[in-house]
């Protein structure tokens, strides 16, 4: 039986890392007060404070997994940049291609020759044939939004409860509480989010076929499994009826692959057969510079194509001046040929298996109430036995303490693994024994929340 960790130890070791974590990082505690006046919350981007430490650490350099701060501290780095680095910090293919493209240009608002070969990459990669470069995957997310309402002359979206596709704010609505209402965390909204937006749970087919059933909806956006509240596995049977529903109602369907590139070379949705409408990849297309892709199916395509005949001519309200530049284009190539492959990915889902095995046999050494879950090269665990089904049940599993007491612990023993949550990911640089230093390291650290 799972034992119980005692909120003793959890403060305990708190304040015992924090101490540690403000001894180790002089230099990054000054740069945190050099930088206080001139940025909000002392960072270029607020998220950058969500780690919890009692200031920002300051990083000089990262190649592959290596990252080293601004004190001379040496990590290993399983976050790699929330998957924006999932193929390594400054992959050599992406280095190569900066050095020989960026002397030719970096944007001209016009297409290069490499548009015609990236095209057909991601056709085979992915299985789309129409597609369009923005600068993030948040845009991304809102362009497909508007061409779904456009096509379908439908003003409403699905989306589900704690799901997560960037800064696009009609997907922040939630059921926590019983009814819909926008996210109390979200900034500066004036509109009532949930005019245009349903929510629902994750892996709830009755309530997906009650909310499509009034044929109101232009598109589910959906992660093929939900990452950004732990890690939220599809139950059997359930991406089939979401797609079979959606098409009996005439609702399109968008599968936001962002983070669940993870799972293969073509996403989860290659991996596993599903046939969206329309496809969203950001992050790590590019190497981790601001690019991210949406694709359509061919009837997608053609319903856009139809619909832009008859569309008045001006502004589209989609699209800005940087997105599909030349930069972004032979960064997409590089990182397409070399890791967008059975290939490059095999030894990373391997490594990916050996740490899922070793998390969990951490865990079942200690009795801890945990568990890990695994899809494709990446790995997370969660602060309680049983996996959840759904957002609602996940958010409401979370022990924040637990999770900030463990980070700290990892990252004063130079292992760095995702602030928002446990998300570990394994990249080309990773290896056997980087995978070792990181389950020892949370061996000792159970040992000691569990003594």
């Given at each position: 039986m799972p034992r119980s960790i005692a909120e003793t130890a959890i403060t305990a070791m708190l304040a015992r890392e924090e101490a540690l974590f403000i001894q180790r990082n002089p230099r990054s505690r000054s740069l945190a007060g050099a930088t206080a006046g001139h940025w909000l919350k002392g960072v270029p981007m607020h998220w950058m404070?969500?780690?919890?430490?009692?200031?920002?650490?300051?990083?000089?350099?990262?190649?592959?997994?290596?990252?080293?701060?601004?004190?001379?501290?040496?990590?290993?780095?399983?976050?790699?940049?929330?998957?924006?680095?999932?193929f390594g910090h400054a992959?050599?293919?992406?280095?190569?291609?900066?050095?020989?493209?960026?002397?030719?240009?970096?944007?001209?608002?016009?297409?290069?020759?490499?548009?015609?070969?990236v095209g057909r990459l991601l056709q085979d990669r992915f299985g789309l044939p129409c597609w369009q470069v923005t600068a993030t995957a948040s845009d991304a997310n809102r362009a497909v939004i508007k061409w779904c309402r456009a096509v379908t002359g439908r003003k409403k979206i699905l989306?589900?409860?704690?799901?997560?596709?960037?800064?696009?704010?009609?997907?922040?609505?939630?059921?926590?509480?019983?009814?819909?209402?926008?996210?109390?965390?979200?900034?500066?909204e004036v509109r009532d989010l949930t005019q245009f937006t349903t929510v629902i749970e994750f892996n709830d087919i009755a309530a997906l076929e009650a909310a499509l059933a009034k044929g109101d909806v232009a598109c589910v956006l959906a992660e093929p499994i939900m990452t950004n509240v732990g890690m939220v596995l599809p139950d059997e049977g359930y991406h089939a009826a979401l797609r079979e529903i959606t098409r009996r109602t005439g609702t399109l369907l968008v599968i936001d692959e962002t983070h669940c590139i993870s799972s293969g070379p073509g996403g989860y949705t290659r991996e596993h057969g599903l046939e969206p409408d329309a496809m969203v990849l950001g992050?790590?297309?590019?190497?981790?510079?601001?690019?991210?892709?949406?694709g359509?199916?061919?009837?997608m395509a053609a319903r856009v194509s139809r619909f832009l005949e008859?569309?008045?001519?001006?502004?589209?309200?989609?699209?800005?001046?940087?997105?599909?530049s030349r930069i972004q284009l032979a960064l997409m190539r590089a990182m397409l040929e070399a890791y967008f492959t059975p290939e490059a990915y095999r030894p990373l889902l391997a490594l990916a298996e050996r740490l899922e095995r070793d998390i969990a046999g951490v865990i079942a050494r200690h009795g801890a109430p945990w568990h890990v879950v695994r899809a494709g090269a990446r790995v997370e665990f969660m602060c309680a036995p049983e996996r959840p089904?759904?957002?609602?049940?996940?958010?409401?599993?979370?022990?924040?303490?637990?999770?900030?007491?463990?980070?700290?612990?990892?990252?004063?023993?130079?292992?760095?693994?995702?602030?928002?949550?446990?998300?570990?990911?394994?990249?080309?640089?990773?290896?056997a024994a980087h995978v070792e230093k990181l389950s020892g390291e949370l061996d000792r650290c159970l040992s000691e929340l569990m003594a």
């Open positions: 404070v969500d780690w919890g430490t009692p200031f920002p650490l300051f990083v000089e350099c990262a190649r592959g997994v290596d990252v080293t701060d601004a004190d001379g501290n040496r990590y290993i780095d399983f976050c790699l940049g929330d998957t924006g680095a999932m992959p050599p293919p992406a280095m190569d291609a900066l050095t020989r493209e960026g002397a030719k240009g970096f944007t001209t608002m016009l297409p290069s020759p490499d548009a015609a070969k989306v589900f409860n704690h799901c997560y596709h960037g800064a696009v704010d009609e997907t922040y609505v939630t059921i926590d509480g019983g009814t819909p209402h926008a996210d109390p965390a979200l900034i500066g992050k790590p297309v590019a190497g981790g510079i601001p690019a991210a892709l949406y359509f199916s061919a009837d008859t569309r008045t001519p001006g502004h589209s309200g989609i699209g800005t001046t940087l997105a599909g089904r759904n957002g609602g049940e996940a958010a409401r599993i979370i022990h924040h303490p637990i999770d900030v007491a463990v980070h700290h612990y990892l990252l004063n023993r130079g292992v760095i693994i995702t602030p928002f949550h446990n998300m570990m990911l394994i990249c080309p640089a990773t290896t």
